[in-house]
């Protein structure tokens, strides 16, 4: 196994140009970086054929630690590039890694439309519950009553779930998983980047320097652990009362659907108007 891992590095990493890293010590990214390269690594996809893009913010500096074709794009746009790139290059495998203000505050509309077409895309959206590169401001997913950079004596707004707005939005798969589960979250990857049309894929995440230390979990086991404690597996969560997954969330597999795929039909608009 290791080297297999040495290998993997090797193969999918830019380690002779970006590192070391500028994330914190313990910070879920570098987690998310190393699941994403075994899912690519199981699939068995050249890295010529992969596109990664991000947005603003610290998961916005992931493409540049991968050796795929990478675009650090504008703060919310991550999925309006990858759209264009999927369009004139439909044979391209194309992914974006956004945080959760990133993804559903500036770029909400984006990413509820990218979902309702179901464009063949596979978006990794890191919530870590808060803006951590800016400061530690609350986001659309901090919970009720946190403490944040811009609710110093407690959030009084209410936290939508991601990976329930994209089920309602239209996406084909969508799944949640944590930081903590590491196996699963490879697996989970894999998935959403088999599956042809529009995945999500939420992972729950750690930002001990900006959200925990306001929230007295101020270093990453301890916030990590608090994943592990809050969340349930769908399997397990079906067998649950709903009151006792109060204060949970579930992780797995929450939506695996056939549907009309964006690139597809609109292949089929093309040969229409050709004739």
């Known amino acids: 196994m290791p080297e297999k891992m040495t290998k993997m590095r090797h193969d999918y990493l830019r380690h002779d140009k970006k590192f070391p890293h500028v994330w914190c010590p313990g910070c879920g990214n570098g987690i998310i970086l190393g699941a994403l390269i075994r899912a690519i690594d199981k699939i068995g996809l050249e890295k010529d054929d992969i596109v990664l893009a991000s947005g603003i913010g610290c998961s916005g500096r992931l493409p540049a630690y991968v050796d795929f074709n990478t675009l650090h794009t504008t703060h919310g746009r991550s999925l309006t590039f990858a759209t264009g790139i999927k369009l004139a290059k439909p044979e391209l495998t194309v992914l974006t890694v956004m945080g959760d203000g990133d993804a559903t505050s500036i770029g909400g509309n984006h990413f509820i439309h990218a979902a309702r077409r179901n464009l063949d895309l596979t978006a ?13 401001q609350y986001s659309p997913t901090t919970p009720y009553g946190s403490r944040t950079a811009t609710s110093l004596y407690g959030h009084i707004e209410q936290a939508f779930s991601i990976a329930d707005l994209a089920v309602t939005a239209g996406a084909a798969f969508v799944a949640r998983g944590t930081v903590y589960h590491v196996p699963a979250l490879d697996r989970l990857i894999e998935k959403a980047i088999r599956k042809t049309g529009f995945s999500v894929v939420e992972v729950m995440s750690n930002c001990h320097t900006q959200f925990g230390r306001r929230n007295k979990m101020s270093d990453p086991v301890t916030m990590i652990k608090w994943l592990k404690d809050h969340s349930v597996t769908t399997e397990k969560a079906s067998r649950m009362d709903p009151e006792a997954l109060k204060d949970h969330f579930t992780i797995g597999v929450l939506a695996d659907l056939e549907k009309p795929n964006y690139i597809e039909q609109y292949k089929k608009i093309c040969r229409m108007a050709k004739k």
């Open 124 to 136: 990794i959206i890191i919530n870590n519950q808060t803006y951590g590169m800016t400061g530690g």
